[in-house]
């Protein structure tokens, strides 16, 4: 049984950083894709960036590129999204999210990923 349990979200001022991280546990071998999502009320969940934990592979949203940066701790099947240069547009419940094998084009669909966080506030003014 897979979970997934998000921490690091806060409130911060506009230009500063927040950590994100996602544990997954319940995964025993092979690589997996994980994906963060952000929601704000009232619009559709965002695909913000996703990694293959154990394998190749990082992605971003045009939104984020060059601001978030995506890694991983592969033995701790344990992915985090460091998000500088944060904006109030990025204001929203962070969410990870997780799914067999790869990520490949499909990264940013919620219909692919199978396992879901608690999601985590982020606040930026």
């Known amino acids: 049984h897979v979970q997934l349990v998000e921490s690091g979200g806060g409130s911060v001022q506009a230009g500063g950083s927040l950590r994100l991280s996602c544990v997954a546990s319940?995964?025993?071998?092979?690589?997996?894709?994980m994906a963060w999502f952000r929601q704000v009320p009232g619009k559709e969940r965002e695909g913000v960036g996703a990694?293959?934990?154990?394998?190749?592979?990082?992605y971003y949203a045009d939104t984020v590129r060059g601001r978030f940066t995506i890694s991983q701790d592969t033995l701790k099947n344990t992915g985090y999204l460091q998000m500088n240069s944060l904006e109030p547009e990025d204001t929203g419940s962070y969410y990870c999210?997780?799914?067999?094998?790869?990520?490949?084009?499909?990264?940013?669909?919620?219909?692919?990923?199978?396992?879901w966080g608690q999601g985590t506030q982020v606040t930026v003014s």
């Open positions: 990694t293959v934990i154990a394998g190749r592979g990082t």
């Open positions: 319940g995964y025993t071998s092979g690589s997996f894709c």
């Open positions: 999210a997780t799914s067999p094998g790869g990520c490949g084009a499909s990264w940013a669909s919620v219909a692919k990923f199978e396992y």
